[in-house]
């Protein structure tokens, strides 16, 4: 049997994931506070949960029930969002700032209360307002029912490994001069692994995270990009890493040299330790192949051999170049579900009742204060609409029938046609609107997301709450819906809640809608989503009693 656990316990030890029970309910307090830490050789006050960066890992296993009671301490509205978990009815503990809830004010609390079904693997959690997630960000691991094996070899060792972004400024003066001047926000000035960026120009004695192994050993990484804006490579010197899980699910194993990971992914791999002794190199770099200004500095972590001296050279790698598309297309198209017997590939193949196909890029519209932005700022919008956050969340408007906040005329296909990854069309503004698509329960929907070239074609990390979804296509240009739908793949594609748009193409999602509530789908680099690249999905109550909404909670905080 496992350990007793106290009703509400601060997070500030390491957990044996051996020690975690299953199917029962598990308390924890969040205590958001402001922290000075010490990064790039320079102290600076930051917003952690618990003093921590990254914050602390939350351990569960499938069915059980976990209640999070989240105290905002700082001056900040703040909200939490458990990325990736299904939140089966539970939207009010989804977490997205005005449209599951409204935020928790200074000096309130809010319990999230949900229950893990059908899930296991790595998600994360992460702030869901403002830029806090810079700093406000950790692990979420879901173990296996007791008894039930990992479908691969058991490894003798977990390990936890969060890929960030590190400002020297505060990430809200950063955001709040870019929406003030109209033009693009400044990037980061480093990546961190666990927290640390290793070795920088800027400040050589920062030795970075260092993770001590044993040859002959298996290791599990539990990969995380917690990161702001950018997709990042993740390699180790003279190791190859072998795939097993993407997003909490589980993939058809294969071994690799560099995986990509994009804001919101998470990515499991074994790490076979076959080289003997010796220091090697872990690296963290820039995936960017759109010609728009990045974060060039690379993150770096040690894996250290026991019985090798802390004095031994370390074995370097060489991260790819940050344009190298090919390296990263190699890492996504190996990528399949497992589809075994125990873990089917559910795909939706049968009628597809929604066929959509969302254009996600970006837009200018008029700004007569954005002086730097001579009088313009930048935008960005799906099928042409900026979204603007409504002031009282989206999911209570639906649940209490509060009219004027949302519309449900969200265009489900671009209102206007055009050469989407060809030259732009002249007229670059976009619509504002508070628009959202609705669903009837248990419709299935098939998304295509088309690139555009509008200023910049780009790759965009989109993420969908309160589903996973199965990746059936992508390709270059522009999407064919004649020719393209035939060379889908329908028997094991790969299941995700953040999927790449790639750069100048388009990909295809499907899910079946049985998840009742308002959900949010956004572009996961955070500049994006505070430029509009956002939406929002109604899902009607089913007919049965377990197909509807849940009520609110008596702490679902206030506007």
């Known amino acids: 049997m496992g350990m007793a656990w106290p009703r509400y316990f601060i997070l500030t030890v390491f957990f044996l994931p051996a020690m975690v029970q299953a ?48 105290v905002n301490h700082v001056k900040y509205n703040v909200s939490i969002h458990w990325h990736g978990i299904r939140q089966l009815r539970t939207g009010w503990a989804d977490g997205p700032a005005y449209i599951t809830q409204c935020p928790i004010q200074p000096g309130q609390s809010y319990v999230y209360n949900f229950t893990i079904t059908g899930q296991r693997g790595t ?28 479908p691969f070899p058991k490894p003798q060792r977990e390990v936890v490994v969060v890929l960030a972004e590190w400002w020297k400024s505060d990430t809200e003066d950063v955001i709040n001069e870019a929406t003030k001047s109209g033009l693009a926000p400044n990037v980061s000035d480093a990546h961190t692994i666990n927290g640390h960026p290793g070795p920088t120009s800027s400040c050589v004695k920062h030795g970075g995270f260092n993770l001590n192994v044993e040859g002959g050993k298996t290791y599990l990484l539990r990969i995380i990009n917690a990161g702001l804006n950018e997709e990042l490579f993740f390699k180790i010197a003279g190791h190859k890493l072998t795939v097993v899980e993407v997003d909490a699910t589980y993939v058809k194993p294969f071994k690799i040299d560099s995986i990509v990971i994009a804001p919101g992914q998470t990515t ?4 076979t330790t076959d080289q003997g002794s010796g220091k090697y190199m872990m690296a963290a770099s820039t995936f960017m192949d759109a010609p728009i200004a990045v974060d060039n500095l690379t993150a770096t972590a040690t894996l250290h051999y026991t019985g090798t001296l802390a004095t031994s050279p370390t074995t370097l790698t060489t991260p790819p170049p940050k344009n190298a598309t090919s390296i990263a297309n190699n890492f996504i198209d190996s990528l399949k579900a497992l589809n075994s017997i125990k873990y089917p590939a559910k795909v939706p193949k049968n009628t597809v009742d929604h066929s959509l196909l969302f254009t996600v890029g970006l837009g200018i519209n008029p700004c007569p204060t954005c002086k730097a932005g001579n009088g313009s700022r930048v935008v960005a919008s799906i099928n042409n609409v900026t979204f603007v956050m409504p002031t009282i969340s989206l999911l209570q408007a639906h649940f209490f029938n509060i009219k004027g906040i949302f519309t449900t005329d969200f265009p489900g296909n ?14 670059l503004q976009t619509t504002n609107g508070t628009k959202v698509y609705r669903l009837s329960y248990n419709d299935t929907v098939q998304v295509v997301l088309q690139d555009t070239g509008i200023i910049a074609q780009e790759n965009h990390p989109v993420h969908l709450h309160g589903f996973n979804f199965f990746v059936v296509g992508k390709g270059l240009g522009n999407y064919n819906s004649s020719k393209d739908p035939t060379k889908f793949n329908l028997v094991d594609p790969v299941e995700r809640n953040t999927v790449s748009v790639p750069s ?8 079946q809608a049985d998840n009742p509530g308002v959900w949010f789908m956004h572009c996961h680099l955070e500049v994006h989503t505070t430029w509009g690249l956002k939406m929002a999905f109604l899902v009607d109550n089913g007919k049965g009693p377990n197909e509807s909404i849940l009520s609110p909670p008596k702490d679902l905080p206030k506007c």
């Open 23 to 70: 199917g029962i309910v598990r308390h924890y307090k969040f205590n958001v506070e402001m922290t000075n830490t010490t990064r790039m050789c320079s102290t600076k006050p930051i917003v952690t949960v618990n003093g921590k960066f990254p914050g602390p890992t939350i351990y569960a296993r499938e069915d059980d029930t976990v209640l999070i009671k989240v």
């Open 123 to 150: 998600l994360l959690w992460h702030a869901h307002i403002l830029w806090l997630r810079a700093t406000v960000h950790g692990a979420l691991v879901i173990l296996p029912k007791l008894g039930v094996p990992y």
């Open 268 to 271: 499991n791999v074994l790490l």
């Open 414 to 427: 671009p209102p206007n046609v055009f050469n989407y990854t060809g030259p732009g069309p002249t007229n």
């Open 504 to 511: 100048g193409g388009w990909v295809a999602i499907r899910f």
